[in-house]
């Protein structure tokens, strides 16, 4: 692996090896097994989960549901999630929820409370106090929910006093992170009245709507959209209990494919098709 110097700046030149063929099964997506833990715990019946990542973000996810009352049984050796799906309620109606740094389960959490009836607060690890909420705070309380920052900085600690969420049109910000408009289009169904969302500004990491999107129509709910700017979710569905497989991690896979590439090969992924909402 030679090195060459040209000017000021250091090359690495790399040659492949061998050429790569494999055929792969990877583990599952982040983003899809704790978006699917939630929408389980929302839905009316019970879930299995399979093929599900066990990681920090989404053990921080499961702890939390169990401490909202939801019953979930974890199998850590065959990957999977049974949940016991209450139907938009949480038999739980005061909880203070640690969610490290888990920042999905931190926001999709904080919309979800909002379904239910009760005080509730979502804190998390001191990075989880640094990033930002309060775009997906005044979202809430645009659709009528008692929604603050404990600290009056736009960061967690969370504080959300429930009575159910009543609905409407809200702005919420597009340019900082995707998850605020995922979490407020997971909790819409359960609303009073139809709930419209627009995005001010550009819309970062607009793939993972898509992603929530499609989970969301796995279990049942149907989302409108103009683009990636106006979306309009129908007061009174339901999310209903099903069988569901986390499909792999796309960007684990990203390095195989490259492998491949450079080295002349070819490499196949189980269980990853081209219709994936992961692009």
Known sequence: MPREVEGSVETITVSPAARVDAEIDLPGSK???????????????RSQITRALFSDDTRYMHRAL??????????????TYAVEGRGGEFPVRSAALSVGNAGT??????????????????????????????????????????????????RPPVDIRANGL???????KGDISSQFLSALLMAAPYA???????????????????????VMGSFGVAAEREGDHRFRVAAGQTYRGRQYEI?????????FFAAAAVSGGHVRVQRLGRASAQG
């Open 31 to 45: 983003s899809y097994s704790n978006r699917a833990l939630l929408l389980a715990a929302l839905a009316r019946g």
């Open 66 to 79: 169990t401490d909202l009352g939801i019953r979930v049984e974890a199998d850590e050796h065959s990957q």
């Open 105 to 154: 389960a931190a926001r999709f959490l904080t919309a979800a409370l909002a379904i239910g009836s009760g005080t509730f607060s979502v804190d998390g690890s001191p990075r989880m106090r640094e990033r930002p909420i309060e775009p997906l705070l005044d979202g809430l309380r645009q659709l009528g929910v008692d929604a603050t920052a404990r600290l009056g900085n736009g």
């Open 166 to 172: 009543p609905g409407g049109r809200a702005r919420v």
């Open 192 to 214: 009073r009245s139809d709930v419209s969302l627009e995005v001010e500004g550009e819309l970062v990491s607009a793939p993972y709507i898509d992603l929530t999107l499609d």
């Open 247 to 255: 499909e792999p991690d796309a960007s684990s896979a990203s390095y």
